[in-house]
């Protein structure tokens, strides 16, 4: 049974920095591009970035670049986000995703990623 559990959401002041883990079970993800979205209440879910299978590529949405860096793990079966000068736009739950492909589309779409996690909650506030 595939699973994606993502963790390390929380509360941060504005300029903090959080990282983001997705533990994947029940597949390897050797193979796989990985994605990171967020959605935030009343937007349309973002596609923030990702990752290609070996790590060699990576894309980022402009509202990120700069700020979130992206990271995989393939021996660990774990995909990282680092956020950091965040910002009280960047609060939205996020979501980690498998891709169905081996490499990244600019810019990161929904419609490639077929597996989800359940989400975790970045709030950014003072």
């Known amino acids: 049974q595939f699973q994606l559990v993502e963790s390390g959401g929380g509360l941060v002041q504005p300029g903090g920095s959080l990282r983001l883990s997705c533990v994947l079970s029940g597949f390897t993800m050797d193979y796989y591009a990985m994605g990171w979205f967020r959605q935030a209440p009343g937007k349309e879910r973002e596609g923030v970035s990702c990752?290609?299978?070996?790590?060699?590529?990576?894309i980022y949405a402009d509202s990120v670049k700069g700020r979130f860096t992206v990271s995989r793990d393939n021996a660990k079966n774990t995909v990282y986000l680092q956020m950091n000068s965040l910002k009280p736009e960047d609060t939205a739950v996020y979501y980690c995703?498998?891709?169905?492909?081996?490499?990244?589309?600019?810019?990161?779409?929904?419609?490639?990623?077929?597996?989800w996690g359940q989400g975790t909650q970045v709030t950014v506030s003072s």
């Open positions: 995703a498998a891709s169905g492909w081996d490499y990244c589309s600019d810019p990161v779409q929904a419609l490639a990623f077929g597996s």
């Open positions: 990752i290609s299978d070996n790590g060699g590529s990576t």
